[in-house]
């Protein structure tokens, strides 16, 4: 019999046994014969005379043989054997294999374990007509009240939606980049990704079934903004449509169903919800009952989804939802903590939600990458590109800019944060003990290495290797903090501050990380020894001069240091340390901040839209008053007040004050300067951008060193992976260069900070007296500038350094970017503040540790 046939699709199953001791596998073979007529089971069985149908099941192991070489081993675990051809009643002429595995090595994103399936299709003679083959994966999806469970354990979804994207090619992706953003994504303990909107390359799958990457499959159904068309009736709803939505549907499930990655199956996106859906999660349902799934059209909560799966909900109506009795579902959040430009504040305050709550499951952040495009410029160079860029009308400028990784995958510092927030392994410390917990649910710490490292006020006391026994999944390992290796450090110590790092290291590599790449890190501060307390600056017998000329009151002490006021605006004119200039254009109040993506989101309910209404963005500073007081030999006293009031408004009117502000400036013989400031805002402001005070340093000051969070960029709501330390960088390492340009580069939780350039001159500046730490922040470009601009690449530098020492800075925000989004204890209210700061000169001689220890003394 000379035929052309060929195997046309198959459909890999498998069961688990209860104990997971053994998998039943179900291999369903379509056979393409349509050169044979097959119209009864005679037929039938005249055509399986001709030929068979077989399968097997290998595991693909590795064996090391000496000299750095690995062999492949391939073991056949299981045979097959075809146990149903046709079934008549629903007309279906199709073939059943089955066979067992026993033990089976269970796919998870942890464990990801694959095995290979391979189909043949074989005439009378026993030649192979034809071969298909796939990675399978055994691995079960179940159900629990508020659990999904993979393998019977409620896995936590520390997920990303990822959009296919390339800088050069768009939407024409390769298999270099789906790597690259595998690696990133697990180096970065993300262990879920959703497909957003659409399926995506089949290749992707294939590697996230090789990574270990739970998946949301996601139909290309979109109706985003139909509701506009209120003439006409939505498609949900249209019968005529559903052929055109089923087909879509199916053609995933069909394209993709013998991935193991694949945990859910997904309807579309923002699609409403209606009659159509129905059927859709209908024929799924009928077609693979071993997946979930996943529909947020409707309200997230309808009968086509197995999940609750919100977007952008707040942390206390998630959590409300999780404690709702009725509701059995697990709550996932298909989408939440926008990454639009500086962004994802409060994702901290989700997690430790989802880690506390149960029917939390995790979520899936929007999202992953930046889809701006390559594009040169007139002086060929080239640069990021967003909406609009291309002439393209109408655009949605950049809303297209919302990833956690830049384009290229350079990382956002916010996927600093992500990283620590889905670390797997958590450390507290609470009530003496430090809790070490592995929050795997199939990994052992076997392969991981601890460390340990202590500093006192920010320098190193000691470090060592942390010696902790294997802790199993899901279990924690208790120290008593005393009895740890650090306690001797920690005993001879005169440190006011002293914090505890562990960090939590491979000690072998894997697919997607080199043996000591570090997957959790945290901090615990351990107790003060003892009380210290802010010292007065003591005023020495250290004289210098003062003199009054014309509009200038200058104060100096030999060549050591020199400070010139400039009467008229009360404002630092010129400070030189050792003869050598370091700041210009300084000191004045600050309220405002370049206004970031979230600032703007909420139209006129914006937080842009309030401040600028206020006219915050557009003051001036009047000086009501500047006059020295308490002029001595070793100290003076010069007092200012500023009026902030809108520019082109008339300073006499007392309604146009906006601001009233007291700065009493402290210069003492040592150099030292004290600056107290008062702030009194009217009453009826919104909500501030900042409290704090702006001055210029020389460009050459651009070496800074603080003691406080870092190294990377971090705000009062994006910190919680900042450890607190000394870290040193210039001033062009402090700025992102976010590619739409706004607030930047700041670092919160500051206790002292320096700025010098290459000999060691410079500025020492610390909060003062019972002050609380500072939020820092120092560019080349103004905060104009960064206003100003629209596009990364035209900023220009300014001719000095813009330095921000916030008493409070509001946080960024992130839960979404188009409404008010800031949690209310980031916020700065707009009332009464006072705060105090130290200036000192330093040079090569001193240090900032040094200059920070002799303002607190022990109680």
Known sequence: MNVQVFIEDYFFRSNLAEDFSHADIQVEVKIDKSAVSIHNATSEDKFMANFTIEAEIFDTGSCYVGNGHVDLLSTNVAHLQMTQSVDYILGFIGYHLSGKVQMPKLWSAEQPNLYTLVITLKDASGLIIDCESCQVGFRQISKAPKQLLVNGQPVMIRGVNRHEHHPRLGKTNLESCMVRDLVLMKQHNINAVRNSHYPQHQRWYELCDLFGMYMIDEANIETHGFHLSRNIKHPTLEPNWASSMLDRVVG????????????????????????????????????????????????????????????????????????????????????????????????????????STFGLQGGFIWDWVDQGLLKPGADGSKHWAYGGDFGDTPNDLNFCLNGITWPDRSPHPALHEVKFVYQPIKVSHKEGIIKITNTHFFLTTETLKFDWVIHGDGRELGSGNLNVP???????????????????????????????????????????????????????????????????????????STEVLDDTIKLSRQNLWEIKFKKQTGAIESWKVDGIPVMQNGILPCFWRAPIDNDKGGEGQSYISKWKAANINNLTFITETCSALNVTDNQVKIAVVYLCIPEGASQSEKSNVFFKVDMIYSIYGSGDVILECSVNPSSDLPPLPRVGVEFHLEKSMDLIKWY?????????????AAHVGVYEQNVDEMHEPYIVPGECSGRSDVRWVTFQNEDGHGIYASMYGSSPHTQISASYYSTAELERATHVEELVKGDNIEVHLDYKHMGIGGDDSWSPSVHDKYLVPAVPYSFSIRLSPITAKNSGYDIFRSQVQKN
């Open 252 to 355: 995933m499930v069909e394209r993709d169903k013998n991935h193991a990655c694949i945990i859910a199956w997904s309807l579309g996106n923002e699609a409403s919800y209606g009659p159509n859906h129905a059927a859709l999660s209908g024929w799924i349902r009928g077609k693979d009952s071993s997946r979930f799934l996943h529909y947020e059209g409707g309200g997230s909560r309808t009968s086509s989804t197995d999940i609750v799966c919100p977007m952008y909900m707040r942390v206390w109506d998630i959590v409300k939802i999780a404690e709702d009795p009725a509701e059995i579902r697990p709550l996932i959040l298909c989408e939440y903590s926008h990454a639009m430009g500086n962004s994802n504040g409060n994702i901290h305050e989700y997690w430790e939600a989802i880690d």
């Open 708 to 720: 406080g969070r870092g190294p990377f960029e971090c705000y009062p709501d994006r910190k919680a």
């Open 470 to 544: 294997t802790i199993e999944p899901q279990k924690s390992y208790d120290i008593r903090w005393e009895s740890g290796p650090w306690y001797s450090l920690w005993t001879s110590s005169e440190d006011m501050e002293i914090f505890l790092t562990i960090t939590v290291k491979l000690s072998c590599s894997t697919r997607w990380a080199e043996s000591g790449h570090v997957i959790s890190s945290a901090q615990v501060q351990l107790p003060a020894k003892q009380e210290f307390v802010p010292r007065s600056i003591q005023v020495t017998n250290a004289a210098f």
